[in-house]
Structures are given as structure tokens and as C-alpha cells.
């Protein structure tokens, strides 16, 4: 389901930031255990962002390698070009997703429309280390040619050890640019239907809190449980085909280091 990555998200302190238990933030993102490869599956439960959406329960899969400067998995690839564990400031450049496109099969309400397509973003990212947290802030420009815009927002980090475990509490606020929304959002003339009226998007804010929780039951073994909160700004709620301005994703994971 396309939306869990826009929510989603889901969905990580700056890389000078890092709990006993090897969890850590760098490029905006939260990883455990630094210079390993990982492969995770597990499940979450979203509400639905298009109306009439056909599935709320999606597979979560990962596979990839996280380094000490740079990360590939399924949510992009990030290079850390400025800073070192232990600074206060790391500068990265991303190539990600907005994480979102629907085609006939999403949602019976969209019959009608045309596909929209998942991007491929172009970015930059600064982590500031903020007592024992870590403010992320990120910039990325569609250069598919999906939605010809862009996406920035800032991000607060926070690792509270519990025990053996590592929550990572987390909030933000995201501006979408009116390509973006216009794109995804937007209901084209042709695509109006008594039912589904014309809507031409706007530049938008949402903002997300939410958490992710990592225990350790082994050396190379992690369990994880997340939740995200979403708040579609208005420009986006309004839109015919949006289903609702509250999106919620729950999801549970297992994850090998190797």
C-alpha cells in the first residue's frame, strides 16, 4: 500500500545520539546497530487515506545495509557527506519516495482516474544535535517527473532507554508543494464525476507525532512495535477523494543483523 510510506511513514538522535542499545539517528532516519546488514518483515494496520481504500493491512519488508556514512534499503539510499558520529551537525543527501500513487485497483472511488505514479526524490538533510535529542531537517525535488515538486519539514528525535529496549519518540511537521498536492490530491476535469468533483490542490502542512519501539532478544535479532499519527493539512483533507484528515499506521516488526 503506497500511502504507508508518505505516513507514513513510517514511516529515527543525530548520528552523535545513540542509545546502550545501538539505536541511532542519521539522515533522518532511526537504525540499529551501525556497519550491519538488516533484513525485516512484519505488518501494519493503516486507516485509509483514499475513500473507499481495498486494504488496510499491508506487509512491511525491508532488506538492506546501513553503514557508518551510508544506507540502502527499500526506503532509499542516504550518504552522509559532512560530519562524523559525535558532532553536532551531519549533512546528507537522499534519494527516496514521497511514498505515495494509486492506480485502479487502490480504492472503486478512484475508478476513473489516471494511475498516479510513485516519484523518485533527489534530497539534502541536516541532523542538529539538540540536548539528547536531535532536530532533522530535510529538502527533496521530484527528478522522475511524478509530481514535479517538492517536499521539506523538520523532524525532533528522542531515545529513551527501557531496560534493554530503545523508544524512539519522534514529531514533525512536513510542507507539501501545490505540485505535490495537486498531483496525488487533485481531481482533474476529465476525471469529475457527480460523486467526485473537481479539486485543484494547494501547497499544504501536515504534521506527524509518534513512536518506535526496538527490543533486542538477541545479539542479531530486534523486535519492533511503531505507531504514527498524521495530520493532513486542509488543502489536502478537502480534496474529494481523501477519506479522512486523521491517518493513523500500527506496525509490528522482526529484524535480522547480519
Do not use: C
Request: proline share 2%; no cysteine; net charge negative.
Amino acid at each position: 500500500m503506497n500511502k504507508s510510506a508518505l505516513l507514513f511513514s513510517i514511516l529515527a538522535a543525530a548520528p552523535a545520539v545513540q542509545a546502550a542499545n545501538q539505536t541511532y539517528i542519521l539522515n533522518g532516519n532511526i537504525y540499529t546497530k551501525q556497519s550491519t546488514w538488516i533484513a525485516e518483515a512484519g505488518v501494519a494496520a493503516t486507516s485509509d487515506l483514499y475513500k473507499e481504500q481495498d486494504h488496510s493491512v499491508v506487509p512491511l519488508l525491508n532488506f538492506g545495509y546501513h553503514g557508518e556514512d551510508f544506507n540502502i534499503d527499500f526506503s532509499g539510499a542516504n550518504y552522509r557527506f559532512y560530519g562524523t558520529d559525535g558532532d553536532l551537525v551531519n549533512l546528507g543527501v537522499h534519494l527516496t519516495s514521497a511514498g505515495i500513487g494509486y492506480d485502479d485497483d487502490t480504492s472503486d472511488f478512484l475508478k476513473g482516474m489516471d494511475d498516479r505514479d510513485i516519484s523518485v526524490d533527489l534530497g539534502l538533510n541536516a541532523d542538529f544535535q539538540v540536548g539528547t535529542g536531535v532536530v532533522s531537517t530535510y529538502f527533496q525535488h521530484d527528478i522522475s517527473g511524478a509530481y514535479k515538486g517538492y517536499l521539506a519539514g523538520v523532524r525532533y528525535f528522542d531515545i529513551f532507554p527501557i531496560g534493554d529496549a530503545d523508544l524512539v519518540s519522534f514529531a514533525g511537521v512536513m510542507f507539501q508543494s501545490k505540485d505535490f498536492v495537486d498531483y496525488y490530491f487533485g481531481v482533474q476535469p476529465k476525471e469529475a464525476r457527480a460523486n467526485r468533483t473537481q479539486y485543484t490542490g494547494k501547497s499544504s502542512v501536515a504534521y506527524e507525532v509518534g513512536y518506535k519501539l526496538i527490543y533486542p532478544i538477541s545479539e542479531n535479532w530486534n523486535l519492533t512495535q511503531s505507531a504514527q499519527y498524521t495530520g493532513l493539512g486542509s488543502e489536502v483533507a478537502d480534496s474529494p477523494i481523501v477519506d479522512s484528515e486523521h491517518q493513523w499506521l500500527v506496525g509490528a516488526t522482526v529484524a535480522y543483523h547480519f
